[in-house]
């Protein structure tokens, strides 16, 4: 029906009225007869036309009689990655079959990084008209992520980033102010930051994510919750789309005012859920979704790392009085909390295969570590009990184990460590390992040689934990402490 069509959603086709339109009281109304052939488009001519023109310009005048050998058209083969570096905004898309390929390892192996796109929408839309199709520059980030993720295409991603960065710049040169601004442009900018981390493109990184945040201001995807007309029919599916690609742009979350992810198989089946604010009290409802918890991690992971930024200040506190301790006890309550209360989604027992857990665990013994570090090195200038000297030191090492078991019982590494903040966590539990090596224990040194060399492995093919692998090898060599697997690096 026109409805269906128009919201690119699957119809039952049932007369006089679909399923779809019964359930949301719309009116139902099927096309009469298929649309007439009334020719080409004018800019199809007008590109056919060009086309001809190039290519007898092309031919060499010396030896008109030359017979020229025919070039296959650009992006066929993939055997050479300079196939596909040129970046035209006419040329052929890659093969369907090439397009589903990466676009199935983007969901099976990228997607949960950033949950933003609906699975079954963005392959309906791969097979409908142009016009109506997700705009070209996010079909093609889609297909570098995934190729970035697959030993065989991996020599595309770059070319495929590249001009999908090309599309996008030439959305923004369109006459038409709107052109840019539109949910998918919000979900590009963002997922093109997440592969300009995951190269090492840190500042391209920064840039991109303060678009896509500039863009989903624009479309007041923070406001898609509040009080509006009642009988404004609203598809809850774009709904939870809109909530997803704001909460996992994550801007400024004590500004935000809408309601938190719901869970993977709503989101996927279409199946309206319920969910809560971020200002509510999460650690008492154990039931919100893995996304969700990914989003309170971060929050957390976000206020332990602006506190423990803080200089000490020039005026020495009492202990007692000091702000910079009240708020170092409430983080530490939190983190131990939410710890204690995960939902069952998000417990390693039953969902280590899950990358939300893997995150939200990891990155909570980050946070411990970072938060306890920070305390000691504020410790040594300002007198406090020696009981909390001891009890922050304790509370480093645990926190540096939990996270190696962690790494220890994901099935995948490589995958899992293609997220920089998991490199981070490696390198800061390896660093905890280094100071107990130090100090001539075995069992740490063990641990420091085992993170040193997975990471040292999963570098060759990843910079940033290639990277952090280097300095880690160097500050081993620094402390005196020799190992086999310092030749490797």
């Known amino acids: 029906c026109h409805k269906c069509r128009s919201r690119r959603l699957k119809c039952d086709r049932e007369v006089p009225s679909c399923g779809r339109c019964i359930k949301s009281g719309h009116e139902c ?14 800019h199809v001519r007008d590109l056919e036309t060009q086309l001809s023109s190039s290519s007898s310009s092309c031919l060499p005048r010396d030896n008109p009689m030359e017979v020229v050998p025919t070039r296959e058209p650009r992006l066929i083969r993939y055997s050479l990655p300079t196939d596909a570096i040129r970046t035209g905004l006419f040329e052929r898309l890659p093969p369907r079959q090439l397009i589903e390929d990466l676009a199935t390892i983007y969901f099976d192996r990228v997607h949960h990084a950033a949950p933003i796109l609906h699975r079954q929408r963005f ?4 097979h409908m008209p142009t016009q109506l199709q997700v705009p070209t520059c996010l079909q093609y980030i889609v297909m570098a992520l995934g190729a970035a993720s697959s030993e065989i295409h991996r020599h595309l991603c770059i070319p495929f980033y590249q001009r999908a960065r090309a599309y996008a710049a030439s959305d923004e040169t369109q006459e038409s102010r709107d052109a840019s601004f539109t949910l998918a442009h919000a979900q590009f900018w963002l997922l093109a930051a997440d592969f300009e981390a995951e190269h090492k493109f840190f500042s391209k990184a920064a840039t991109s994510l303060c678009r896509g945040i500039r863009v989903a201001q ?4 923070y406001k898609v919750d509040e009080v509006s007309d009642p009988e404004v029919s609203q598809d809850w599916l774009e709904l939870e789309e809109k909530r997803r690609t704001w909460w996992a742009l994550f801007c400024a979350d004590r500004f935000i005012r809408t309601l938190l992810p719901a869970s993977e198989e709503a989101y996927q089946n279409g199946s309206t859920e319920k969910s809560t604010f971020l200002s509510d009290d999460l650690q008492n409802e154990n039931t919100y979704s893995s996304f969700a918890g990914r989003v309170l991690t971060a929050h957390i992971f976000h206020r332990t790392v602006m506190h423990t930024s803080q200089n000490c200040p020039e005026v020495i506190y009492d202990f007692l009085t000091d702000p910079y301790w009240d708020e170092h006890r409430k983080i530490d309550n939190d983190l131990a909390s939410t710890l204690v209360l995960l939902p069952e989604s998000l417990r390693l027992s039953a969902g280590f295969r899950c990358q939300n857990a893997v995150l939200v665990n990891i990155m909570m013994q980050t946070a411990i570590i970072c938060l306890h570090r920070a305390a000691l090195w504020r410790m040594q200038s300002q007198p406090v009990p020696d009981y909390l000297m001891r009890l922050s030191q304790a509370r480093l090492l645990p926190a540096a184990e939990e996270v190696l078991n962690v790494l220890k019982i994901v ?3 490589h995958k899992a460590l293609q997220n920089p903040l998991i490199n981070f966590a490696a390198y800061v539990a390896a660093s905890v390992f280094l100071e107990d090596a130090h100090s001539d224990s075995g069992h740490s040194r063990s641990n420091l040689e085992f993170l040193l060399r997975v990471m040292v492995a999963i570098g060759k093919n990843n910079p940033v934990t290639g990277s952090l692998a280097t300095q ?5 060599k620094q402390c005196g402490i020799e190992s086999a697997v310092l030749e490797k690096v």
């Open 123 to 126: 392959f309906v839309s791969l």
């Open 29 to 42: 109304s099927y096309p009469t007869s298929r649309q007439a052939f009334r020719g080409k488009r004018k």
């Open 472 to 476: 880690l090898a160097d500050e081993m």
């Open 411 to 413: 099935s995948d590494l």
């Open 218 to 221: 624009i479309l007041h995807l």
